[in-house]
């Protein structure tokens, strides 16, 4: 729903709907800084953390958060993207870049081919704002060419099939929360 933020701006707690309750949950220093999680209310989230009860009373709950993860957001994403999972909502693309190796043993055995394939399919997936395409030097994998690595994550692939490079990218960039 929103956050609770200190006098020095700092996010302090994140105020979250849970069914028809409220629920109030102290952030971790290492999170104070809400810029990046970049929330908005009616966004899905993750949250890793630890619930503990105050000793005297066993009625109150104290919940602190280590980490917020967006799993997707509210009607505000791209009108084409699918609903996510829980049927709420439309999933958001994840930014990202995926670096394809540039080498020659690559390049011979399918690189080529296979960044004008992700280039065609990140366009077809409307992934153009949020995925960008980088080469680089050898990823010490040259046996196993083409080689790729889906950023971030760092998840390698070699051998990828065009065939399945939607299926990949959807997986990694929009319906999955945490990669």
Request: hydrophobic share 30%; glycine share 10%.
């Amino acid at each position: 729903m929103g956050f609770i933020y200190k006098s020095n701006g700092q996010a302090k707690s994140l105020i979250l709907a849970v069914g028809e309750r409220e629920l109030r949950i102290k952030i971790d220093k290492s999170l104070q800084d809400t810029h990046f999680l970049n929330l908005l209310p009616g966004d899905w989230i993750s949250i890793t953390g630890e619930q503990e009860f105050k000793k005297e009373k066993f009625t109150k709950l104290k919940l602190k958060a280590y980490e917020i993860d967006r799993l997707s957001c509210d009607v505000k994403c791209n009108p084409q993207e699918e609903t996510n999972a829980m049927g709420k909502g439309k999933a958001c693309a994840k930014k990202g870049k995926i670096l394809i190796c540039n080498k020659s043993d690559c390049a011979k055995r399918g690189g080529k081919k296979l960044y004008g394939v992700l280039e065609k399919t990140i366009s077809n997936l409307g992934l153009e704002k949020h995925v960008t395409i980088q080469k680089t030097g050898c990823q010490k994998r040259c046996g196993k060419a083409p080689n790729m690595i889906l950023m971030p994550g760092r998840s390698k692939h070699s051998k990828p099939n065009p065939k399945n490079i939607a299926g990949l990218l959807e997986e990694h960039y929009i319906t999955s929360g945490k990669k």
